[in-house]
């Protein structure tokens, strides 16, 4: 299958601060990609949904100026945590959607684990 | 909005087979996924149907019926590594073609 990768895999920041995760697909072009948040043993969150070139649509009770999307090419989304605090302790996920062989395919990245202290 | 239902945990024995059904309500149906996750770890890909009928991926298979909004994930020789969660999925027009999932089905192997 294809790959999405993620970078950090994991971050401990103090509270205050801003937070940038990177998620690449890595051989295939991307024309969606998606943010998600998992707190344990809880489902996946969907944040918000991204396309190259246009701004990020939020799911309701997201806020756009606290996570920050950025969508530079069809292989790169980035997230930034801006001003973190402990309650965004979380596992960030994100995930890749492209038509290959005619097919409808998703992939996630390995997640991003944030701890603000 | 969209409905899924999965069961919430399965147990089986190692060698067994277990299925995992699936059902769902949406409008403009655009495909259904499943995933496989460990604990602590992000969800990995196992399949995607969009066509009535049964696709087959090693000791994985997976159904779909549409007219149902029926779906299941048959897992075949069990393996102790298998115990994770399975996550249903449905991609959806009317939802602007997000997945939206269903709780996650937790399926612990025994040996």
């Known amino acids: 299958g294809a790959v999405v990768s993620q970078h950090p895999s994991w971050v401990i920041c103090k509270s205050g601060t801003s937070v940038k995760i990177e998620c690449r697909s890595l051989?295939?072009?991307?024309?969606?990609m998606f943010w998600y948040r998992q707190f344990p043993k809880q489902s996946l969150m969907l944040m918000a949904t991204?396309?190259?070139?246009?701004?990020?649509?939020?799911e309701q009770g997201v806020e756009k100026d606290k996570f920050l999307i950025n969508h530079a090419s069809l292989t790169l989304s980035t997230l930034t945590v801006t001003s973190a605090h402990p309650e965004d302790s979380s596992f960030y996920i994100c995930?890749?959607?492209?038509?290959?062989?005619?097919?409808?395919?998703?992939?996630f990245g390995p997640g991003t684990r944030l701890t603000v202290t | 909005g969209q409905n899924i239902d999965q069961p919430t945990e399965m147990t089986a024995t190692e060698g067994a087979i277990v299925q995992i059904n699936c059902t769902y309500q949406?409008?403009?149906?655009?495909?259904l996924f499943w995933y496989q996750q460990h604990a602590g770890e992000a969800p990995t890909f196992l399949s995607y149907?969009?066509?009535?009928g049964l696709e087959e991926k090693g000791r994985f298979s997976s159904f779909l019926s549409r007219s149902k909004g029926y779906s299941y994930l048959l897992l075949k020789e069990l393996q102790m590594k298998d115990s994770a969660s399975y996550l249903c999925?449905?991609?959806?027009?009317?939802?602007?073609?997000?997945?939206?999932f269903g709780g996650g089905t937790r399926v612990l192997v025994k040996p």
């Open positions: 149907n969009v066509l009535d």
């Open positions: 991204s396309n190259e070139g246009s701004k990020a649509t939020y």
């Open positions: 995930s890749a959607r492209a038509f290959m062989d005619r097919r409808l395919e998703q992939y």
């Open positions: 949406t409008s403009g149906f655009n495909g």
């Open positions: 051989d295939f072009q991307a024309t969606t």
């Open positions: 999925a449905v991609s959806a027009k009317a939802a602007g073609n997000k997945l939206t």
